[in-house]
Structure formats: structure tokens, C-alpha cells
Nanobody, 126 residues
């Protein structure tokens, strides 16, 4: 059974940092791209970052470039999203997803991801 489990969300003040984790199981982790998406209240889902476990290529949305860092620990089948300099507009449910396509191909295209986690809430207070 494929599982993607997000953790690390919480309530943080603006300017703070969080590290989100996405633990994967049930598929060959090294062959997949893991992407991070978020859905803010009243807004459409937005793809913010991805990383390919095969070639370690990465993608960042313009809205998060320079503040978000993505990394992968293939030994733990886990991808991390480091979020620094948090802003109130980063408040959202953050989801991780898995795609068989390379990150540079699928990037923020949600239809390109086959598996999804349940999400973790990030709330940033001003």
C-alpha cells in the first residue's frame, strides 16, 4: 500500500521556520519525484517545490524561491521541505505527492502526481 505521511506543521510566528517531512512507503522511492503543494483558505492548490530522487533536480515556485529548501534522504524514504522567513501568506495545508515523472517535467502540475498525502497544517501568525 502506497503511503505518504506529512508531518512538521504547526503554528509559528512570522519570520520563523519550519521543517516539513514527507515519509513515503509502498513504492520504489528512488524512482519517484516528490512534490510539495499547498492550499490556502479560499485559494487554489499551488505547487511550491519538487525534487527527483533519481537525478536530484529541483523546482521552486517563484512565490517561495529563496525561502524554501527541499532535500531528500533516500535511506529514510523521506523528503524534507525547509521553510524559512515564514509569512502569513504561507498559511495553508501542505501536501506532499509522488510522481513517476522527473521534477523538471512535472514541477507544479498536480495532475502529474499519482499519490498524495493527507496534508499538514501550517499557520503563520503576524
Amino acid at each position: 500500500e502506497v503511503q505518504l505521511v506529512e508531518s512538521g506543521g504547526g503554528l509559528v510566528q512570522a519570520g520563523g521556520s519550519l521543517r516539513l517531512s514527507c515519509a513515503a512507503s509502498g513504492f520504489t522511492f528512488d524512482d519517484y519525484t516528490i512534490g510539495w503543494f499547498r492550499r490556502a483558505p479560499g485559494k487554489e492548490r499551488e505547487g511550491v517545490s519538487c525534487i527527483s530522487n533519481s537525478d536530484h533536480s529541483t523546482y521552486f515556485a517563484d512565490s517561495v524561491e529563496g525561502r524554501f529548501t527541499i532535500s531528500s534522504d533516500n535511506a529514510k524514504n523521506t523528503v524534507y521541505l525547509q521553510i524559512d522567513s515564514l509569512k502569513p501568506e504561507d498559511t495553508a495545508i501542505y501536501y506532499c505527492a509522488a510522481s513517476f515523472h522527473l521534477c523538471r517535467v512535472v514541477s507544479d502540475i498536480s495532475d502529474g502526481y499519482e499519490y498524495w498525502g493527507q496534508g499538514t497544517q501550517v499557520t503563520v501568525s503576524s
